[in-house]
């Protein structure tokens, strides 16, 4: 009895060790990925602490932690949030993190002395000396405390060991600050008055620093005779000198670290810092050629059709070109997106028809490869469809860059998806019959297989598939997809902020900024939040089609294909650099082989070259249509007259067989 009974107990007992280890399994594994490279922390181990510490450049604040440490796991989140918030302070002050867990980090924790975790320790610049640090024992270990700390730390260097690239903290006087009134000067001045106790000051001069075109200084506001000759009636207030000795109180929504932040960055000519990299020959090139291009001026509260229709031009002509054929995934992808953009894009009537026409045509061809360079044809209309075009010419506006290589195709891109994703949410009829009409994820996913499949950089194609497989699953309506994408663009913008690929004169900063959508931003314990219901409702306003501005989009006389097809091709204007892809030709042998084709496998065998004809109700019809319409009519009248007599003859035949009298 006693064994029978012992058996259920022994394996509930088994079973529980297991739980137990798979729990403590899966602690560990979430533990030991606590800080990635993908974070704005520097990760620190025992081959780099040292090194990385003494005599550097900036100021140190550092956690010792440990993977397996409750509280360091849940403290993570506070810990990279802090980092990306102090993301500008780095060359003053940066953040790293050394794990003591790890078997490799024994000893340098043991010669540091932590005995708990987590351990904040700061690191002062300049020390040629071995240092333990000074440690930070404050209960609140919140962000605003912290990052206050941070500025108390920075300001108790010495001269001798102030940061070299840190700008001065010390408040200036009010004789200072007064005599910059109507003095010109080659940059902004930009002064925080605030009381003794605020940080607002400070955190925006760190903020700004490495930002040129700007100086920020900051002083006390107990001076009342500063306050009353600037006009400042509370505190914190910003007030701005600009260059041509013209002086005004900022006008930001809210006086707040972050509004003031922003709003400095955003002033014209006011650009971050690059790094140096070596100037390649191709690059001087193109920076000569950009003197060429006349600059347009722009409303950045519109989206511009001549940055959607540009970037299309490019994506069909240009990017899609480089591959030959179509066939399998990549053919069922092109069908998808043309699918999404026939439905959903907001532009103009030719545009939406030759997009409508491409997509019958790929729905009614039944081939499962078709060479690129048939649609191609299609795409500049070379069968002389009336009333279709798409522009051959790249006209950027909003997404103009100051070089070149900078923005341009990518921001229209980026900007389509965003315009997709809101017509998906203002119009969910518009997808009704395609397969795509019950996918809230369809414009992000065809979105997804589009930049995977066919997107020439893939560097950014990899960072998007990261992205998508962390999230896009998650998305069930088609707000949410339009947030989704929102936050994933701002993701990239924090990422990329200071790399060679940021255009200077526009900056990558968290969009939209408060000058566009001041209800969007708030801020949180210290820390800067959006308010996602306002953000939505700026997004459908933004990219919605009332506010595409049709400015600087080109019509047909101005040289775009399907739109030059009355002129004889010596006068047609020149379109996109190769003639391969131009809109020139009046014949398409691929068109033809590909219809002929088809034509076959239906029965009916028509081969001959069908020659320009006439348009009727905005479809083209050929000489050949038409003769065979003719043809048609004709032979369905003999027929009919045929049929009538025959009946007829053989009516009355009948009436006189039954109409005879028997004898």
């Known amino acids: 009895m006693a064994t029978g009974s012992s058996c259920p107990c022994s394996i509930a007992f088994v079973l529980g060790l297991y739980s137990l280890f798979f729990s403590v399994f899966i602690c560990w594994t979430q533990a030991a990925h606590l800080y990635s490279s993908e974070d704005p922390v520097t990760i620190l181990h025992s081959g780099t602490v040292k090194q990385t510490l003494q005599n550097s450049s900036s100021a140190w604040l550092v956690q010792f932690y440990s993977s397996w440490c409750g509280h360091c796991i849940q403290y993570s989140p506070t810990w990279k949030a802090l980092a990306g918030d102090v993301k500008d302070w780095e060359p003053a002050i940066q953040i790293g993190v050394l794990d003591c867990a790890d078997e490799k980090n024994f000893d340098v924790c043991k010669e540091f002395g932590v005995h708990f975790y987590p351990t904040f320790r700061y690191f002062k610049a300049r020390n040629n000396k071995f240092d333990l640090g000074k440690p930070y024992r404050g209960a609140n270990r919140e962000l605003p405390t912290v990052r206050q700390v941070m500025v108390n730390f920075l300001q108790n260097h010495s001269q001798e060991e102030w940061p070299p690239a840190c700008p001065p903290l010390e408040s200036s006087r009010s004789s200072d ?12 001045t930009a002064v925080i008055i605030e009381d003794e106790n605020s940080f607002v000051g400070r955190e925006v001069i760190l903020d700004l620093m490495q930002y040129d075109g700007l100086t920020v200084m900051r002083a006390l506001g107990s001076d009342a005779s500063l306050l009353e000759k600037l006009g400042i009636l509370s505190l914190p207030a910003g007030y701005l000198f600009h260059p041509n000795g013209k002086h005004e109180l900022m006008k930001v929504h809210k006086t707040l670290r972050f509004f003031f932040s922003s709003f400095l960055k955003l002033l014209p000519g006011v650009r971050r810092r690059k790094p140096q990299s070596p100037r390649s020959p191709d690059l001087a090139v193109q920076e000569g050629d950009a003197a060429a291009t006349v600059w347009k001026e722009f409303d950045k509260s519109k989206v511009y059709m001549a940055d959607l229709e540009s970037g299309l031009h490019f994506l069909l002509r240009i990017e899609l070109a480089s591959h030959q054929t179509l066939e399998g995934k990549e053919l069922e992808t092109f069908k998808d997106f043309v699918t999404v953009i026939a439905k959903l894009f907001p532009g103009q009537q030719p ?119 962390e999230s896009m699953d998650q998305v069930t309506t088609h707000n949410e997809a339009v947030l989704w994408l929102w936050r994933k663009h701002n993701t990239v913008n924090n990422r990329l902020a200071g790399a060679l690929s940021e255009d200077p004169q526009f900056p990558k900063t968290q969009w939209p900024t408060p000058d566009l959508c001041p209800a969007c931003h708030e801020e949180v314990e210290g820390l800067h939040a959006w308010n996602e219901k306002e953000v939505l409702a700026f997004l459908k306003r933004h990219y919605g089609a009332s506010n595409i501005s049709p400015k600087y989009t080109a019509g047909p006389e101005e040289g775009t294909a399907g739109g030059q097809e009355d002129k004889e091709p010596s006068e047609q204007k020149p379109g996109w650099e190769d003639p391969k892809y131009g809109a020139h ?79």
Not at 177 to 188: E, I, P, R, W
Not at 411 to 429: G, I, K, N, Y
Not at 633 to 644: A, C, D, E, R, T
């Open 585 to 663: 030709s009046p014949k398409s042998p691929y068109l033809e082989k590909l219809q002929g084709k088809e034509r076959q496998e239906e029965g009916i065998g028509l081969h001959k070259e069908a020659k320009p004809g006439m348009s009727f109700l905005g479809l083209g019809f050929s000489n050949i249509d038409l003769s065979l319409c003719v043809l048609m009519y004709v032979s369905s009248g003999l027929f009919l007259m045929i049929m009538f007599l025959f009946f007829r003859m053989r009516s009355k035949r009948w009436k006189v067989r039954h109409n005879r009298f028997s004898i």
């Open 177 to 188: 600050v007064l005599a910059l009134l109507g003095k010109k000067k080659q940059q902004y």
């Open 351 to 469: 545009v939406v028809k030759l997009l409508e026409t491409l997509l019958e045509w790929l729905v009614s061809l039944p081939l499962d490869r078709i060479p690129y360079d048939a649609i191609l044809d299609l795409v500049n209309n070379k069968m002389r469809i009336s009333g279709m075009y798409l522009t051959n010419k790249l006209e950027w506006v909003g997404c103009q860059g100051s070089q070149p290589a900078l923005r341009r195709y990518p921001c229209s891109l980026w900007t389509l998806f965003h315009t997709l994703t809101v017509q998906a949410a203002e119009r969910p009829d518009a997808l009704a019959n395609t397969g795509l009409e019950e996918n809230a994820q369809a414009v992000l996913q065809t979105m997804r297989r589009y930049i995977g499949s066919f997107f020439g950089c893939q560097e950014c194609g990899r960072h998007f598939e990261e992205m998508a497989k």
